[in-house]
């Protein structure tokens, strides 16, 4: 498996979907990462392939626990007074290396994995089903007494279960559920999972900014109607979040929204946010978060 490998995306739904062959997952609100355990270390890679191992350094010293060839999905996540703060992981995310060391000594991350990409000792298997796929990470993980802060996400098939985890569990700081099939293989890169939010959120894609690309102001993103806008100005975790990727990209051209808002233009590999869904009737919208 060749460096960064594409991730499975999930697609946002407005109810809890009901059927045969269906597993629910409690959907952490964190930080996607992919952990790779090399032959000498471990590598952590965003959703966008980026290499993010400096500011996720206590992850990367707890996936050595795990043996050469393993490559994980899940979320990097912070707990502040016993609740997931999604707030402490975008602070993580756009810190220094050494701001990074800072912030874990006062808030250890955790992982929660929900996938397994590379087994050591079966190689490749994205090919085979989550059910066979949730097995092998269970057993890996068993076998080999791993535990916090890396822990498998809780499964069930049970569907009265999963709405008891939608209710209950978001006191606790979890945002929703995911759905998936147990037929169903990894296909990076394809949105075939499901997922179901408390916030009233759309995914929208990243085309373009205002300001600089390492301090974006605004975001000028592509919203599911195909329509690009502005969005607010951005908070300084968000700007700074967005600008780790967008200053690794190339200056694109100057262009203009369809209410003549400037923005420049830029390429970058799947980047995506979430905006607040009653916001996107507007010219300007309002970023929640980046993917």
């Not at 499901?194 to 000028?220: I, M, Q, S």
């Not at 968000?238 to 923005?263: C, I, K």
């Amino acid at each position: 498996m060749d460096w960064p490998v594409s991730v499975a995306l999930a697609q946002a739904v407005p109810t809890l979907p009901v059927g045969p062959d269906l597993h629910y997952e409690p959907k952490f609100d964190g930080h996607r990462l992919v952990m790779w355990r090399t032959t000498e270390s471990v590598r952590l890679q965003t959703r966008s392939g980026r290499d993010v191992t400096p500011v996720w350094m206590d992850l990367a010293l707890a996936g050595m626990q795990l043996p050469p060839g393993t490559v994980l999905d899940g979320e990097g996540v912070i707990f502040v007074d016993g609740r997931v703060d999604f707030g402490a992981v975008q602070s993580r995310a756009a810190s220094t290396p050494a701001r990074a060391r800072i912030l874990a000594e006062e808030h250890p991350a955790h992982y929660a994995v929900f996938d397994i990409l590379q087994h050591p000792r079966d190689g490749d298997v994205r090919g085979r089903s989550y059910v066979r796929r949730r097995a092998l990470l269970e057993e890996l993980l068993h076998d080999l007494e791993v535990g916090p802060p890396i822990q498998a996400v809780p499964t069930t098939t049970d569907v009265e279960t999963a709405r008891l985890w939608y209710e209950s569990l978001q006191a606790i700081g979890i945002e929703g559920l995911v759905v998936k099939a147990g037929r169903s293989t990894y296909r990076g890169g394809a949105r075939q999972w499901r997922k179901v939010r408390h916030a009233e959120t759309v995914d929208a894609v990243v085309v373009g900014f205002t300001g600089t690309a390492a301090r974006p102001r605004h975001l000028a993103v592509r919203l599911p109607d195909g329509r690009v806008a502005l969005s607010q100005t951005l908070t300084a975790p968000l700007a700074a979040h967005a600008g780790a990727v967008l200053r690794e990209a190339e200056a694109g051209r100057p262009a203009r929204t369809r209410s003549g808002d400037e923005y420049s233009t830029v390429d970058v590999q799947d980047l995506v946010v979430e905006v607040l869904a009653g916001t996107t009737r507007h010219a300007v919208v309002t970023v929640t978060r980046v993917r």
